[in-house]
Structures are given as C-alpha cells and as structure tokens.
C-alpha cells in the first residue's frame, strides 16, 4: 500500500496563476483533509471531507477550494494564488474523525507564490 | 495564547542522552498525538493516547488529564532520532486537530 500520496512535491507559482494539489490514499479512508504548514505555527485546517462527494471548511479556508469526487482522492485547488499562499501543504486521512483513529499523513507540497 | 504549547521549542543533545518533551494544552480533548516530521519529510504518527503511557522501543509518551499535560520521552537518544516533534489534541468539542508548534530536536554523536 502507498498510504497517502501528494503530487506535486514542489511548485512555484506566479501570483494569479491557478494550480490543483491532488491527494490520493489506498487505505479507503472516510475522512481526508488538507492542512498547511508555515514557519512557526502549528499545522492549520484549510478544508475537510467525511465522505466521497462531501467537502466543509476548516480554520482557514479562504482562496482554496476542494473537491472529493471519488472517495480515494481529494484535490484542492488555489483559483488565483497569492504570495500568503506560500507554504507547504499536508493531506491526510483517517478512518473516522473520532479520537479513535489516528491521521496518516502525506509527504507535502511545498508550493511558493512570487 | 495557544490551546498547544510545546517545550522546549529547540532542544539539543548528545548521543545517549534521555530527552523529554512536553505538551501542555487548555481544552478539553478526545486524544493526544505525538507526530515526528523528519527534514524535507513527510508526518508520521508516534502515538496516540487518551490515558496513562505508551510505550514504543525507545519511545515512552505519557498524558496526565487532570494536569492536561503529555510527555515525550526518548531514551538512549540517536543521530537518526533527530527531527520535530509535534504534539496535537483532538478536541473534545470540535473532533479537531489541534497541533502545537513543534519541537526541533537535534541529537550530535
């Protein structure tokens, strides 16, 4: 099993210019969430599913949006990217968003918006 | 103020040595995790724990809920445990993550 995987692992973007960072897992995992990492804080919350076709917003989900269309993937998309976007980008899944099950993470995306 | 605070933020040891790291959280949770992100790598879960202590190789996680307080112990450390650790809470009223900072640790031969 790959686990949870990322594609890209890097991309530099213009700002303005639009991009899709797709995850993918092969443990048939209800829940996949998108999280970015930025230098000296905790990993935040953008969007989240609990199933194929559902999507909800996070902490911050302001100029992502996200879409689960098969329940394997889960894709998030900047429409137009802004240098605040800079960041490196975590998915993960689980099989349920109780405290029972552990998240399984991705390698990340390191993106950066100039 | 952070709901997930992480000491020390930085921690330096050699070879051998025992290490502790401490989490402390103000909300009420679900379960702890203990994560570890290696340089230029991905996340992978240590632990998770509600209660009491964990135990796995060199690695010991405790939690105290009363004191809502966990430990990260990591006994004999090693070069190659080098890395971040990140302690993280499910809320207990949001089923949310939460994650703290993180601790860089560098363990020297």
């Known amino acids: 099993n790959a686990g949870v995987t990322q594609t890209p692992k890097f991309r530099v973007l213009k700002t303005g210019q639009s991009m899709t960072l797709l995850c993918a897992q092969d443990?048939?995992?209800?829940?996949m969430y998108w999280y970015r990492q930025d230098p000296g804080m905790g990993l935040r919350l953008i969007h989240y599913s609990v199933g194929e076709g559902t999507t909800a917003k996070g902490e911050v989900p302001d100029g992502y949006n996200v879409s689960r269309l098969k329940k394997q993937n889960f894709l998030l998309g900047l429409e137009s990217a802004a240098p605040s976007q800079t960041s490196v980008y975590f998915c993960a899944s689980s099989r349920s968003g109780t405290g029972r099950y552990e998240q399984y993470f991705g390698p990340g995306t390191r993106l950066t918006v100039t | 103020k952070n709901e997930v605070e992480q000491s020390p933020q930085n921690l330096t040891a050699q070879e051998g040595e025992f290490i502790t790291i401490n989490c402390s959280y103000s909300v009420g949770i679900s379960a702890l995790h203990w994560l570890q992100q290696h340089p230029g790598g991905g996340i992978v879960s240590l632990f998770m724990?509600?209660?009491g202590k964990k135990k796995h190789g060199r690695l010991i996680a405790t939690i105290n809920i009363q004191e809502k307080h966990s430990s990260l112990h990591i006994t004999a450390s090693h070069p190659r445990d080098s890395a971040v650790y990140i302690c993280?809470?499910?809320?207990?009223?949001?089923?949310?993550?939460?994650f703290g900072t993180g601790t860089l640790l560098a363990v020297q031969p």
């Open positions: 724990l509600s209660s």
């Open positions: 993280a809470v499910r809320s207990g009223a949001t089923n949310k993550l939460i």
């Open positions: 443990m048939n995992h209800e829940y």
